[in-house]
């Protein structure tokens, strides 16, 4: 019978300590559960949006203007449009970090997106923002912001 040596044996605690260290399988992804403008900023004012508002009431956004959108739970069709005109955003994924929501930085689960669009408004219009669950039954949820 052969002895197995020093380093075969390493070999299997370094394979055990990897292994026992690798991450669990994550929990199934977030349902898209809720989409919504919650910030419009331009030269003349920044705005916090109310939920459930459907129309900027601080002052008049002229200009250029952000639109920020705050999409909890993951989809898979994002779609932004200005007085019908599609637009293109930049989005930051956000993690839940124990008890705390923060932009990710390789630590913590995705729990969804917040987007912030770029557009020039010249006159009143309507955002709209709209989005499909990546889960069954993809569910579409949609936003419309008047912005004055």
């Given at each position: 019978?052969?002895?197995?040596?020093?380093?075969?044996?390493?070999?299997?605690?370094c394979?055990?300590?990897?292994?026992?260290?690798?991450?669990?399988?994550?929990a199934p992804?977030?349902?898209?559960?809720?989409?919504?403008?919650?910030?419009v900023e331009s030269?003349?004012?920044?705005?916090?949006?109310p939920?459930?508002?459907?129309?900027?009431?601080?002052?008049?956004?002229?200009?250029?203007?952000?639109?920020?959108?705050m999409?909890?739970g993951?989809?898979n069709n994002?779609?932004?449009?200005y007085?019908?005109?599609?637009?293109?955003?930049?989005?930051?994924a956000?993690?839940?970090?124990?008890?705390?929501?923060?932009?990710?930085?390789?630590?913590?689960?995705?729990?969804?997106?917040?987007?912030?669009?770029a557009?020039?408004v010249s006159?009143?219009?309507?955002?709209?923002?709209?989005?499909?669950?990546?889960?069954v039954?993809h569910?579409?949820?949609?936003?419309?912001?008047?912005?004055?």
């Amino acid at each position: 019978m052969k002895k197995a040596s020093a380093w075969s044996l390493a070999l299997f605690g370094c394979i055990g300590l990897w292994l026992g260290a690798a991450p669990a399988w994550g929990a199934p992804a977030p349902a898209l559960s809720e989409v919504r403008v919650f910030k419009v900023e331009s030269a003349r004012c920044t705005e916090a949006i109310p939920e459930r508002a459907d129309s900027t009431r601080q002052c008049e956004h002229r200009g250029p203007t952000k639109v920020y959108v705050m999409e909890v739970g993951l989809g898979n069709n994002s779609l932004a449009f200005y007085n019908g005109e599609r637009l293109a955003g930049q989005s930051t994924a956000i993690c839940q970090v124990g008890s705390i929501s923060q932009a990710c930085s390789g630590a913590g689960t995705v729990m969804g997106y917040i987007y912030v669009y770029a557009l020039n408004v010249s006159a009143q219009g309507w955002f709209e923002y709209s989005n499909s669950s990546i889960n069954v039954p993809h569910t579409t949820l949609k936003t419309m912001l008047n912005i004055r």
